[in-house]
């Protein structure tokens, strides 16, 4: 019993080819074998063949045929429903590897300057056509962020750099260049007999770094009026009159302004950038950096 067993486990399977059940549904569908080959772009002995074979591995007669009609039997009436399933199948397959798109986590650090930008737009954007990521945001300090990514605890961030800051040139994708402006009320009035009254980030900070060095170039006298990491704190405090903050001119929060004054020193310019741990990366971080170079402009469109 054990060795008939052996002996049945080792017969081997019987696989129907699609190209044969194509064929022979076109046939079916027809009731001619020269029109199914016109359709299918064959000769009419390749489609005998096909069914031919077909037949041969199912052990039935599938058609019918004679000089002037093709008709179908039994079972070939009974083959084509499953025959239509089985191309289905295999046409599904297809559309579900090539729409399922890259997988995986990517762990995404954004400058807080993005906080009040229209990022989610772009991160909306993007997790509707790469389903199959999972996106895990994290929103914080520029300084932060780089010392995050440096200790693996996130995959990819979009953060400021000044430009003359080359320490992660290497593994950094400049998304964009932007002007560093002096940021407040419409209606703040400045008295240059006084201290600028700075509205800064933590330390450490690029934007607070740089006010102070060009504040301390000039010659001109300042003090801390409101330190807040959060762009919402800053705002506020700007929102009330209570100073200047430093700030990309791209991205001004609603509600406030560039002070242009000869009072206060140029602050120059700094750059954005895209930075990953190494220089090879997974293909679910690639989407996501080229989905931002591509789609760059979204964080710094006005409503």
Not at 45 to 70: M, P
Not at 90 to 111: I, T
Not at 213 to 218: M, N, P, S, T
Not at 233 to 262: C, H, K, N, Y
């Amino acid at each position: 019993m054990t060795a008939e067993r052996d002996s049945q486990s080792m017969v081997a399977p019987r696989d129907l080819e699609l190209p044969w059940l194509r064929t022979f549904l076109q046939v079916a569908d027809l009731l001619s074998f020269s029109a199914a080959a016109r359709r299918l772009g064959l000769s009419q002995s390749a489609v005998s063949q096909h069914i031919r074979r077909l037949e041969q591995t199912l052990g039935v007669r599938l058609l019918v045929r004679d000089t002037h009609s093709v008709t179908l039997t039994a079972e070939g009436e009974s083959l084509t429903g499953v025959a239509r399933s089985m191309l289905e199948l295999n046409d599904d397959a297809f559309r579900s590897v090539e729409s399922a798109g890259p997988r995986g986590r990517v762990r995404f650090g954004v400058s807080e300057d993005f906080a009040l930008s229209r990022l989610p737009d772009l991160l909306r954007r993007f997790r509707s056509g790469h389903p199959g990521i999972d996106l895990e945001l994290t929103v914080g300090l520029s300084e932060q962020l780089h010392r995050r990514l440096r200790a693996r605890e996130l995959d990819l961030v979009l953060v400021k750099r000044s430009p003359d800051n080359s320490s992660d040139a290497g593994g950094a994708r400049l998304v964009f260049t932007d002007t560093l402006v002096w940021v407040g009320s419409g209606d703040l009035v400045l008295d240059h007999r006084e201290p600028v009254p700075l509205i800064v980030y933590p330390p450490p900070s690029v934007t607070r770094d740089r006010a102070v060095l060009v504040l301390e170039r000039a010659d001109r006298g300042y003090r801390t009026v409101c330190t807040s990491g959060s762009l919402s704190g800053l705002r506020a405090a700007a929102l009330a009159g209570l100073g200047v903050m430093p700030f990309s001119r791209s991205l001004i929060p609603a509600g406030l302004v560039e002070i242009d004054t000869p009072d206060l020193p140029r602050l120059g310019s700094t750059d954005f950038v895209l930075i990953t741990r190494r220089r090879t990366v997974p293909a679910a971080t690639r989407a996501l950096i080229d989905a931002v170079l591509v789609d760059h402009r979204t964080l710094y469109e006005r409503s």
